[in-house]
């Protein structure tokens, strides 16, 4: 039961936003404060929010596919540890951390956590 809450938190948020990223990539952005505006820009917030609304669906869809739930953890760990990493990094390098950056960061550290307490459970809960 643990595991569907988690999962079904999760395909929320990371599904809706990565809807709103993949389809409207200058409101997405307005709310996180970033306005450099490219091609380039578009491209590159589309296809990271893309990615974002396919592990959405892998969380709605492992709710019931019991096999599908460990790898959607993981997948979950590497890229969220990925920018955990990177955003310590540049709160070091770029002094960037403030209000905004600090709570993308508490989530991501949080669902991090989750996800790696999940996957690396040695009895899996179903």
């Known amino acids: 039961m643990l595991d569907k809450v988690f999962l079904f938190l999760f395909g929320l948020e990371w599904l809706g936003f990565g809807i709103l990223g993949l389809f409207f990539p200058e409101i997405i952005t307005g709310l996180l404060g970033v306005y450099e505006y490219s091609a380039v820009?578009?491209?590159?917030?589309?296809?990271?929010?893309?990615?974002?609304?396919?592990?959405?669906?892998?969380?709605?869809?492992?709710?019931?596919?019991?096999?599908?739930?460990?790898?959607?953890?993981?997948?979950?760990?590497?890229?969220?540890?990925?920018?955990?990493?990177?955003?310590?990094?540049?709160?070091?390098?770029?002094?960037?951390?403030?209000?905004t950056t600090f709570y993308i960061f508490l989530n991501e550290i949080i669902v991090f956590a989750i996800c790696f307490w999940r996957y690396s459970k040695r009895d899996f809960i179903f």
């Open 41 to 99: 820009y578009l491209n590159e917030t589309r296809a990271l929010y893309a990615f974002f609304t396919l592990i959405g669906l892998m969380s709605f869809i492992s709710i019931y596919r019991i096999n599908l739930r460990k790898k959607v953890y993981l997948t979950y760990a590497i890229f969220l540890g990925s920018f955990v990493v990177g955003r310590i990094i540049s709160f070091l390098l770029d002094d960037s951390l403030n209000t």
